[in-house]
């Protein structure tokens, strides 16, 4: 077997086993367990252990980069794991909202055709990093708050 995603991941960002939380360390240690099995296992029943130690591997990656999201360095990963097919759909929702900038956002709703009644909600919802300001230029656009009493923003290309 390849070498172990989150085991490469935790050496990369020096990460300490011990630095992670008991749960965490407690389900590292049932992967290992299960890894130990891979040898004594009959040949028909290998393939299923394999891919339970697989997926397994990709959970505990993705819970500790949940964990120490803002702390990381080498967190280039994330793309490589939102493809993976063993991850949950609502961790990957959550990754996904990490790999997005805030010129992505606008652009997809750009080009989706959502350019006016955004609300503030809705753009931290699909991942919007810092502050929703009245006016700001995002790339090739322009948010602009477009309501007075509701925190509510319209899409304008740059000219």
Avoid: C
Wanted: proline share 3%.
């Amino acid at each position: 077997m390849k070498k172990v995603k989150f085991q490469r991941f935790l050496e990369t960002n020096k990460i300490k086993k011990t630095a992670l939380p008991k749960p965490l360390q407690d389900k590292i240690d049932i992967f290992w367990q299960l890894h130990e099995l891979q040898d004594a296992i009959q040949d028909a029943d290998r393939q299923d252990l394999l891919d339970q130690i697989k997926e397994l591997d990709y959970e505990i990656l993705g819970n500790i980069e949940e964990q120490y999201e803002d702390q990381l360095e080498n967190n280039d990963r994330i793309q490589e794991l939102v493809k993976s097919p063993f991850l949950k759909p609502e961790m990957k929702k959550k990754l996904k909202s990490k790999v997005s900038t805030n010129e992505t956002i606008v652009q997809e709703l750009f080009d989706m055709g959502r350019i006016e009644n955004i609300g503030r909600s809705e753009l931290r919802e699909m991942g919007w990093k810092g502050e929703v300001k009245n006016y700001q230029e995002v790339g090739r656009f322009i948010v602009k708050r477009s309501a007075f009493w509701f925190y509510l923003y319209s899409i304008y290309k740059k000219k």
